[in-house]
């Protein structure tokens, strides 16, 4: 399966391949040299691996052009980049059955003390055209671990409907990313629980 972001085969050609290669070795000599902007090279840097399809070694740009944007304007795309390329390709082996996985640990007495993390990017489900079509509607339910960087992570089924909008809850929220919470000024991993509403217009079913 192709993750967002990848270069499809026939734009990707050899020379589109050598472009981004090019592209790659030029923000590492700016970062090697320390005159350019260093959040911004790595974001570029990320962006060029993620589109050679190499997720780790983009992750790995990504998570440092976070580290060194603060709260600049490179924070939010590099965010929205790790995430993307941390996210699991294939979602078959995702845990789906009822169930609840293990909590990150915080102290009770500094509970209340724990920001809330900040949406960036949440997009939709796709509504399956199976379940479209049968007027299939309700919510899915799934507890997630929301990690020190923002990804949304280790999603387990609390209430499901069919198993072709669990599938569509499931992928939705694995491509969420958020500014993380914090405590003492820290990011910090929580767990949440998401619920994904599926309703459609029946307009929509008309032909």
């Known amino acids: 399966m192709q993750r967002a972001g990848e270069c ?66 490179v924070e939010e795309p590099a965010r929205t980049l790790l995430c993307r390329a941390r996210a699991p390709a ?12 293990k909590r990150p640990e915080i102290d009770p007495l500094k509970a209340a003390q724990v920001t809330r993390p900040r949406k960036i990017s949440t997009p939709a489900p796709v509504y399956p ?11 899915v339910i799934l507890e997630v671990i929301i990690d020190r960087e923002g990804c949304v992570t280790h999603p387990h089924l609390l209430q499901g409907l069919t198993a072709g909008l669990d599938r569509a ?22 767990y949440y629980t998401l619920t994904i509403n599926f309703a459609f217009d029946p307009r929509s079913l008309q032909p």
Do not use: H, M
């Open 169 to 190: 809850a499931l992928s939705a929220v694995t491509n969420w990313v958020l500014a993380p919470a914090t405590l003492d000024g820290r990011p910090v991993p929580v």
């Open 8 to 73: 499809p085969p026939p734009p990707c050609g050899s020379a589109a391949l050598a472009d981004l290669t090019a592209a790659g070795e030029a923000y590492e000599q700016a970062l090697a040299s320390g005159g350019s902007d260093r959040a911004a090279a790595l974001l570029g840097l990320a962006r060029s691996r993620f589109r050679r399809s190499l997720p780790a070694q983009a992750a790995a740009a990504a998570s440092e052009a976070v580290a060194a944007a603060g709260t600049g304007p």
């Open 90 to 101: 294939d979602l078959t082996g995702a845990r789906l059955s009822p169930g609840k996985g």
């Open 129 to 139: 055209e199976d379940d479209r079509k049968l007027r299939i509607t309700g919510r």
